[in-house]
Structures are given as C-alpha cells and as structure tokens.
C-alpha cells in the first residue's frame, strides 16, 4: 500500500479536517490577541501624548456640562474662577503608599457661574479620628489652575454622600450635593495653580501612570505555534502508522535497522560520563 492510500483514508483526513478547524481557531485567537495588543500600543500612545500635552482653556476641550471623551483622559486644560470651599467634599478610602486617606474635591465657579470639580490633593486620615486632622484651605479670590482631566467615577452605595464626604467621584452625585451647573462629564487633578495656596495637601498624580502592553504578542505567538503543532502531531502520528504498515516490507526493514544503528552509535549519558570521569583521571 502506498503512503498517500494510507494518509487518504476517511479516519486520517477526519483527523486533517479536525487539523484544519483547530488551525483556523487559534488563527482567530492570535488575531484577537494582535489587535488588543495594538489596542494597548494605542492606549500607551494616547497617554503619553495627554499626559504631556500643551495646556488647553477647558471650554475649548469641554464645549459642553457633560462634554468628555476616552481619548481626552489625561488631557491638561485651564480653568479659572473662584473656589466655593462650603461645598467641599471628601473622597474616603484612597490609600496610597503613605496609608489610608481622602482627596479633597474642591469646587470652582468660572466667569459664566458653571462650576467645575478639582481634585486639589490628598491627605491621611486622622491619628485619633476617621477623618482628616488638616485639610489645608483652598486660595480665597481668583484663581487660574491647571488640571488633568478625568472621567466621571461610578457611584458607590446611597449612604456615601453624608457627613460632608462621598464615596467615589461620582460627578452627578457631586452635583446633586453642590447644585447648579456642574461639569458632569469629567473633573480635574490639579496640576498647578496661581496662587499656589497653603500647603498641606499631597498631589494625587506627580507623574506619568505605568504603562502596560501586557503579553498580548507572546500569547499571538503562542497560538500560532499550537497551530503548527496539531499539524505536526497529525503528521507524525500518520507517520508512525505507515510504518507500522510496512514493517514487514524488506526497504522499512532496511530503514528501520539503519535508525537503530543510528541509535546505537549516538552515546548515551553513561557513555558521556564514563568519558568526563576518565579524562578528569587523565
């Protein structure tokens, strides 16, 4: 029998079909993981261009209350107006590697009465009480700061507005505590500020966040060798059983002693041993 009539027999190209169809998918997998690592590239990008862009006035950034896009995270706009310190709120539970401890989310009337949200810093939790023992005031009269800008956080549970201090930078939460025409769409990390104003509070973000492209490519290429592998199993495996077949035929036998022979020759661990050990007595 020939090797083709073996390897064309309805088991063995089920086998390539099934080969086939496992090859396709982890070609699918590899392409989805591709295109999320480009996705990170991207991101990284997008960042790194924000992070380090030109300041910008906010109206020209956030035309509208509820104005903001993913690709505008980062961004550094000016804002300038007054801060409202009555409706000062404080974020609970932002640990950083000093401890436990709040941010402090002042809001700032601008010139056409909207107000919007800064972020002015963050500070630990009181030594003998579960709240700030200073929180350092916010610069009286006018004011022109720079910021990052953020989007809206999810809101936390419906107790945690209470006591003057909110769970999370939930800015519609902010504005049904603040009133008024409040920026909803994103708020801002305070970069700087003209005045600068009392010192005391801890900037939230002094520099650019970790960028990750994570293993995207090493698990494209993970997947593209699965593929090749379950076509050299298919192989090897049809391999095998063709000489199985003709292990009674006198060219396998020949073939067969020759890849013993082969085998024979090859030195084994033993022999490689033996021979470090003599040459050491040498």
């Known amino acids: 029998m020939k090797w083709w009539q073996i390897a064309m027999t309805r088991r063995w190209l089920g086998y390539l079909a099934f080969a086939v169809v496992f090859a396709i998918a982890c070609g699918f997998l590899s392409a989805w993981q591709a295109s999320r690592g480009n996705d990170a590239v991207a991101a990284n990008a997008l960042l790194d261009k924000n992070f380090n862009s030109q300041p910008l006035p906010l109206q020209s950034v956030l035309p509208g209350l509820t104005s903001f896009r993913a690709d505008q995270e980062w961004l550094r706009v000016t804002v300038s107006?007054?801060?409202?310190?009555?409706?000062?709120?404080?974020?609970?539970?932002?640990?950083?590697?000093?401890?436990?401890?709040?941010?402090?989310l002042t809001p700032l009337r601008l010139a056409d009465g909207s107000v919007f949200i800064v972020d002015r810093g963050w500070v630990p939790t009181g030594n003998k009480q579960d709240r700030p023992d200073y929180?350092?005031?916010?610069?009286?009269?006018?004011?022109?700061?720079?910021?990052?800008?953020?989007?809206?956080?999810?809101?936390?549970?419906?107790?945690?507005?209470?006591g003057g201090e909110i769970g999370t930078i939930a800015l519609g939460e902010v504005q049904a505590r603040t009133g008024g025409a409040v920026y909803t769409g994103a708020y801002g990390i305070l970069d700087s500020q003209t005045p600068v104003g009392a010192a005391g509070l801890t900037p939230v973000v002094t520099s650019e966040p970790t960028q990750d492209e994570g293993l995207h490519w090493s698990y494209m290429i993970q997947w593209v060798l699965f593929a090749l592998i379950g076509f050299f199993g298919l192989f090897y495996a049809v391999r095998q059983e063709i000489r199985l077949r003709r292990e009674d035929e006198p060219e396998?036998?020949?073939?067969?002693?020759?890849?013993?022979?082969?085998?024979?020759?090859?030195?084994?661990?033993?022999?490689?041993?033996?021979?470090?050990?003599?040459?050491?007595?040498?």
Request: charged share 35%.
């Open 81 to 104: 107006g007054s801060y409202l310190p009555k409706e000062q709120l404080l974020v609970r539970n932002r640990p950083t590697d000093a401890g436990p401890g709040f941010e402090v």
């Open 135 to 162: 929180v350092a005031p916010a610069p009286s009269g006018a004011v022109v700061a720079t910021v990052r800008l953020r989007p809206s956080e999810p809101k936390a549970d419906a107790g945690s507005t209470s």
């Open 252 to 282: 396998e036998r020949a073939r067969a002693a020759e890849r013993e022979r082969k085998r024979a020759l090859k030195p084994t661990d033993a022999d490689i041993e033996d021979e470090l050990i003599d040459s050491v007595r040498r």
